[in-house]
């Protein structure tokens, strides 16, 4: 399932023309899956609406680690103050699946240093893998919608450094 909806994804950035010429923002975010939340946390940075296309993907990186951060805090938040034992689990393999998500990062940060762009989709979709199976886990037993937002945004940065990480 996740195999196909990347092959999805990576086929409709190389093969889609580009829609919006001069909006680097939107001519990003129109190749996500959910155009207006990408384009609400990429143009939430000040500094994306003069970027070219090396500098958004910076920008994406900075505002996706962060996230990352503040997401993991929750999880180990939601795990410590779980009311059963269940849940306590969950959010522990969540907890794991975000620590693995921090390295993947980092690894792509390093290599979009380095401009090995192959490693950076590479790591994102990795990142995104990690993320989904934290939801998949929580699904039907957490209905915490902080947590569910913080996923679709960190799904939506990843995607949009991949689209970044193909045009480069």
């Not at 920008?59 to 503040?70: E, G, K, V």
């Not at 410590?80 to 792509?108: G, I, K, P, Q, W």
Request: with cysteine; proline share 1%.
């Amino acid at each position: 399932m996740a195999t196909s909806f990347f092959t999805y994804v990576l086929f409709s950035i190389l093969f889609t023309s580009t829609l919006v010429k001069g909006d680097l923002v939107t001519d990003v975010c129109i190749k996500t899956p959910v155009l207006s939340l990408c384009e609400k946390l990429l143009r939430s940075d000040p500094h994306s609406k003069t970027a070219d296309l090396e500098t958004l993907g910076t920008i994406a990186f900075n505002m996706t680690s962060d996230l990352i951060t503040s997401t993991s805090t929750m999880v180990e938040f939601l795990h410590d103050n779980a009311t059963s034992m269940e849940m306590r689990e969950l959010f522990r393999f969540c907890s794991s699946y975000y620590a693995y998500v921090e390295v993947c990062t980092e690894n792509a940060i390093g290599y979009y240093k380095d401009k090995n762009y192959g490693q950076v989709v590479n790591f994102m979709t990795k990142s995104i893998d990690e993320v989904r199976l934290c939801d998949k886990s929580l699904r039907y037993k957490d209905e915490n919608k902080n947590l569910k937002q913080a996923s679709l945004s960190l799904q939506q940065y990843f995607i949009a450094i991949i689209v970044i990480a193909i045009r480069l």
